[in-house]
């Protein structure tokens, strides 16, 4: 089912050694989280991180990231995590303050009402409210965070992640110019990303995605439209089938399907869903419809650990290439997504860039470096490998709220 275009077939998307392991991996149980943990506490806090250059997408730009972290306690030890909801819901409905509340009042009561046994029981305890996965993931992975801690394992090895070095790529917002878009590209692809994306939108689509082509015949390259085009734009989108690219990143609405599935049907061209695929069901309907043949999974549009892996367990049996998306995340939300993405059915570069592509400093020690082949590592310590930098932190803070347990 799956087409290689030449561009990458240098990429070996199923033949990593890691991919190996695959049938124990499917066959294996869910990771537990631990032999019961009691959280005592839950803290949400927003720092404004601003970005070392604006990012704009087909749905608007940006200048700054109000970065939504949680940490949860048991034991004298905490766990990190990142709520990657936007303060507009424009990516998704959720924003940083509908998780707010929806943590404040339903999810943090439920997770603090009784010890967390595993991953599943705890999904299963927020499986009654609705949606809200982005606040969803946000206390998996912070109980993910400390479950590991606790193990003295890393997150990880927690989950099953079997690869040392992770393939990296950038993703270029629309730019001012064209001029400055290829100057963007130069740079990245000297610093060793392996995949470039680009941002488009009706009018900033075919002329820059032919123009980067020309000058990089080789490369990895990818687009992604963030919903901004319908079925009645097939004839334009079908002339990027001319460019050799790797994916076409959800070209219509965030929450469809079926338009996709026939753009599938007539186009060469990988279609990739990154909003529609809202959790392991989703998933399995995309690729039963032939809606795409790649996805890109994000670990807060799923709603955690739970569904990230049940996604990426499918695509791995059916050969889906599956990939690590990004929300412009702090360096602990990156941390997670690193740990995602060393799992074995994440053959082809994430959106895992460097915290110096995004920030003057981030909230972690040290910071995320990509290596000059264009990988980052898998860290070895404990959690999420990275120490968090909280008198940075506390330096930023904007707001902060305690949730405490039931008192014994
Ligand atoms: O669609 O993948 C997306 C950023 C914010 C919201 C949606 C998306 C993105 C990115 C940036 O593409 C990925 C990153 O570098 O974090
Ligand atoms: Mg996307």
Redesign the pocket.
Known sequence: MLQIPSCRAKLDLLSCPAMQSRSELVTAPAPAVSDQIAIEKLEMRTVRLPLNEPFE?SFGAIDSRLIFLVRVEAGGLSGWSEVVAAEEPR?SYETVGTAWHVIRDYLAPAMLSAPVADLKNLAERFASFRGHNMAKAGLELACMDLCARIRGQSVSQLIGGVRERMAVGV?LGIQPSLDQLLERVDKYLALGYQRIKLKIKPGWDIDIVREVRRRHKEILLSV?A?CAYTLADENHLRALDDFDLLMIEQPFDHDDLVDHAKLQSRINTPICL?ESITGVKRAEQGLEMGSCRIINIKIGRVGGYSQALAIHDLCYSKEVPVWC?????SGIGRAHNIALASLPGFSLPG?I?ASSRYFAKDVIVPEVAVAADGTVERPKRPGLGFEVDLDYINYKTISIEQVEGPKK
């Open positions: 997408t990516y993703s992604d963030n990154d998306g990004g929300m412009l995340e959106d860039s």
